[in-house]
């Protein structure tokens, strides 16, 4: 992995990619200022364009887009009350306190120097971690992908960022039936097809995120169609920006505890970053010295949930790179833009393709370092974005989704997938399902199907019962399934604060769009 390092930065700094890596950013930002528009949305929008380009201007735009995502949105968070995408609420408890007290600058500078602290962490760990993947990966055969698959599902499944156990379940159930559309990957047997042909090949997973997430939204705006914001406070510049970039090392335990809270959760499939940046931001509370203090401008609940939201990408790589399951929303989107450009994520990727691997490390320190200083420079002028009405920003992402749909393989089919997929989705929303428990079970229904019938056909049953790995992971999934429906616990309890906290912040954006 190490001898790969110079080639790939050479690869990465020659031209065209950095001007790719800067439209990404900008186009990033754009999506998170803009409530209601994240990282989902952006990657499943610019899928399409990639797929023309080589694939180093490809991953650094995708990557460049997804590292704008969380500093971008938390400005607003910060400056307006009015985060950009979920994840960033968090900052906004204390950081939108500091705004109103004349200290905006402040808590956006630490904000900015959090997430470029986090990004560059993470690389360093990623760098450390993936050539040991090399040696894990040899230990994984066909029980261990199937184990890893149920726990990811098992995760997704209870671990709801909508409040309800049983609307996650509902959720999986409905995106592995989803998953089995098509023709048996061992067998060949055609299942679900109603005797048509463009579905003997199975869904395409690129034109179902673009409508479940871009053309949703879309709906969901034009049926709103008013503007994002009215506030007098939008324009101003931004003070006290290197003071507030200074505490981030002031109060390193506030960013050391975020920092650990997001690369152990971003790891975990399913997760998310609303529940990470929630927990990053309780436990700061829980042991800080003046926990009081929080709520009202303490810079500690502006710099823990920066650093978690931030570490949580780099080390949802992990998963995503090295088993081709993804961590969170954004890499599954992510993972099926690799594919269609080629890049098969999974065990062995390291091994084929580790300049790649280290491509996406890079963009995502550079992407985030160079998002800092766009927010940094202009940051209180950015936020004029929200003005603009959703009557005319929807019909340019429904435009965009369509004609992205079409253009990946040329078929109608694929389009009525996206439209399918968007109503889909906008109902999703409106009936407060998660998205993420449809996504990953649609990016892993194959690949679980596949493993449990080769385990069968080369070990028979005990295969799943007898490899310690295989074995470990199931129990990971009975201990995940027995504390989620354990007797008397209720809707409130699940996930200790994490879930019904989450929720009620989606059901606040949702009243903000």
Known sequence: MFAHLVPAVGAFFAWPAPLFLVIGVLVGMLFGILPGLGGPQVLALLTPITYKMDHTSAIVMMIGAMSAIPLSGSLTAILLNLPGHAPSVASSFDGYPLTRQGRGGYAVGASAMSAILAAVIGAVLLTLILPLGERVVLAFSYPEFFMMALTGLSMVAVISQKGSIWKGMITVALGLMIAFIGSDPVTGTVRFTFGNLYLYNGIDIVPALIGLFAISQAIDMILQGDRMAETANIGSRLHGVWAGMKSVFHHFGAFFGGNLVGTLMGMIPGVGGSITTIIAYGQTV?????????????????????????????????????????????????????????????????QTAPDKVLMVIYALVVGNVLTAAIVLAVGGYLTRLILVPKRILAPIIMALSVVGAFALNGLIGDVAVALVFGVLGFIMDRFEFPKINLVIPLMVGSLMETSFNQTLLAMGWKGFFTRPISVGLLCVVLIVLFLAFRPGRSKKQIGARKVSTVGEIHGEIHNVD
């Not at 949802?316 to 929303?329: A, C, K, N, R, Y």
């Open 286 to 350: 829980q042991f800080s010295k003046h926990p009081d203090r929080y709520g009202t401008g303490e810079i500690g609940g502006v710099i823990a949930p920066e650093a978690a939201n931030n570490s949580k990408d780099a080390s949802g790589f992990i998963p995503t790179l090295l088993f081709g399951i993804p961590s969170h929303v954004e890499m599954a989107v992510l993972l099926g833009t690799l594919t269609v450009l080629g890049i098969d994520p999974g065990p062995r990727l390291v």
